[in-house]
């Protein structure tokens, strides 16, 4: 059984190479630069030949299972220009230990993530004019797995395929910051203790469309995911929530812990850290340094007793995309609940922490989060 | 705006036509006809074309949507050769009706069943001499819709491509009858209120083949799928599920109730009809007549009380593939249930349904239910 193994790449470059458009032009996902990896996977022999060929289209068999019973995981994760000019990666060691956790709850193959970090930086190398210089705009990175057996029987997929596409993506927000209204109904369920909303597959994002359009339709832009009678918090669209309360004592950041129903966010386990070295005292954010950081349960009682008392401070989605993306309006059992924003749409907390998580990813500073492609 | 039009057909033979196999070497899902169904979907005009066209792989962007977010639905149903050798369908609306239920889970886009129906029609009629005339055998027909959009944006697909394929299957049991042993492990839940568990998508499947696999290393060859702390059950590997119980007053088949975590089988409503009519004098089973039948919610406390009593008689699972599957053991809490099975591998009212339903759907006897594809 062959390894995934970098060493074994071969490369053949596209004759028909595109320049990268005016970034301005960019819309989110839609634009993918000239090259692309692929490496396919067997169940007798284990990790094929990893490629860098021109982007391409995937040619299937109509019974491939990914048509089928979804078996597809992916990661997104970004390449950003620093300074100097050099291009870094952030923490690609937590999505390949994601992805692999994705693979395995669905039987899909493993792989040593330090090996398609390589291929990734290569591939970043050869496409390298893709990644932006201009202020925010970075490269997004989507490595993906899928399930290929030319097979109807639900089972194991003996065949699997590796890719990674990138493609240029603006920054999240403009000038302004507009923030999001969400829709908490509690007839929408994301995900559910013994089911797989930790892991990043497919299957978690389909069925999530329809109740994002319904709640489109009623004037909020996402959904904040409830579960269960007491309307436990989970997830919001698809990033991770958080919450800012008053308490008597200071300022009490909280994110619902990871029970099994939320994603493990890397931007959310960074947002963690950040928070605590600063109460810590180990960095600084322009922020008071009594703040309470709580992966707890937050149920949406606490959230309406929180705003009746004006203790609700703010409230936040998180994920690679955006960093942070404010919440101004949380809909809930017929009314709205208003969240406070700054003039600058954010929160004092939420703001805060994307300037200084921003600051390190585009290499503004170093930190071990940060990983040039040459390293 | 276009619709799912069948008089808008193109058909284009394959120059390069196979003959079925030997039916004996048929396994499940492997083996396709000659030619393919295609019908392409767009947001802004509608319905494309239907092509009728050699077997043949599918091309599409690495960045598709349905390699990403898992937007895939399908349906499952057999052309059975009667003895007269005319091919027919069985409910063949009742697959449309929740195909486009799916579609509609899905944010894909829905059409007219009954066009999808002739359009199926033609494909056989094309692919005739697939369909085996071996008792026990029949053509297994793959309706399937799929996002189709190249884009990373998490949102409706605004392309979307409905295909059917067709695969000649052999009968599920050879010639012995192989009950099957259930794993009854509340730590792994396939559906859930405010869930999708009641489409029939491509999401629903993935995510079970891990459990399935986990059972499979203990012994038990499916899971039984059981639902919140009072362990309700729900359904039976991909099938739908079936208990017998001995009450005082006569036999009780009990199936768990459409409550949103439940597929809709087409083998499911049809089980329950059989037995309705049977009670009510309609029709003959080789079964007692004071049957009570019952769409109920039933949770394990109720299963093991009824074995400890000796009142459990039958389990069994319902699908297109099996029509019935009887259970002998259930693995729950460390021990094992014992399911009666007779010396057939049946029980006695999975065995009458079965053949009833088989000669319903071979056109051993005439039935509103079974089509013949020139009708």
């Not at 979804?70 to 291009?87: M, N, Q, S, V």
């Not at 639900?154 to 890719?163: K, M, N, V």
């Not at 009678?229 to 300022?251: K, P, Q, S, Y």
């Not at 959310?268 to 340094?289: E, T």
Request: charged share 20%; with cysteine.
């Amino acid at each position: 059984m062959s390894t995934l193994s970098a060493s074994r790449l071969e490369i053949t470059k596209s004759t028909s190479a595109r320049k990268c458009p005016p970034v301005n032009e960019l819309v989110f996902g839609k634009t993918f630069t000239n090259h692309m990896l692929t490496v396919p996977w067997n169940i007798e022999s284990g990790w094929g030949t990893p490629k860098i060929e021109a982007y391409h289209p995937l040619s299937l068999d109509p019974s491939a299972v990914v048509f089928h019973y979804a078996p597809c995981l992916f990661e997104g994760l970004k390449a950003y220009r620093d300074p100097k000019g050099e291009i870094r990666l952030f923490r690609p060691d937590k999505n390949m230990e994601r992805m692999n956790a994705s693979a395995h709850r669905l039987a899909l193959p493993q792989f040593d993530g330090d090996e398609l970090i390589k291929l990734i930086k290569k591939l970043l190398e050869i496409d390298q004019e893709w990644v932006p210089s201009e202020p925010g705009y970075s490269l997004y990175i989507r490595p993906t797995l899928i399930g290929t057996q030319a097979s109807l029987g639900i089972s194991q997929s003996t065949e699997a395929l590796l890719f990674v596409i990138l493609s240029p993506v603006g920054p999240y927000y403009s000038s302004v910051v507009k923030p999001v209204a969400l829709e908490a109904n509690p007839d929408r369920v994301r995900a559910w203790p013994g089911g797989s909303g930790s892991s990043k597959l497919g299957a978690n994002y389909a069925p999530c469309i329809l109740p994002q359009m319904e709640s489109a339709s009623k004037g909020y832009q996402q959904n904040l995911w409830l579960y269960g009678e007491e309307h436990w918090l989970t997830e919001v669209g698809a990033m991770n929530l958080f919450i800012v309360l008053r308490n008597d004592d200071g300022l009490e950041v909280v994110t619902p812990p990871l029970n099994g129903m939320i994603l493990p966010g890397v931007t959310r386990d960074s947002l963690l850290s950040l928070l605590r070295d600063h109460v810590a005292g180990k960095n600084s954010l322009p922020l008071p340094k009594n703040i309470k950081v709580s992966e707890r349960e937050i149920k949406m009682g606490e959230i309406v007793d929180a705003a009746n008392a004006g203790r609700l401070v703010e409230a936040f989605g998180s994920g690679t995309a955006a960093v942070v993306s404010p919440v101004d309006r949380i809909g809930y059992k017929g009314s709205d609940i208003k969240v406070p924003v700054t003039e600058s749409g954010f929160g004092e907390v939420a703001e805060a922490l994307l300037n200084k998580l921003k600051s390190i990813q585009w290499g503004h500073e170093e930190h071990p989060w940060s990983v040039p492609i040459s390293s």
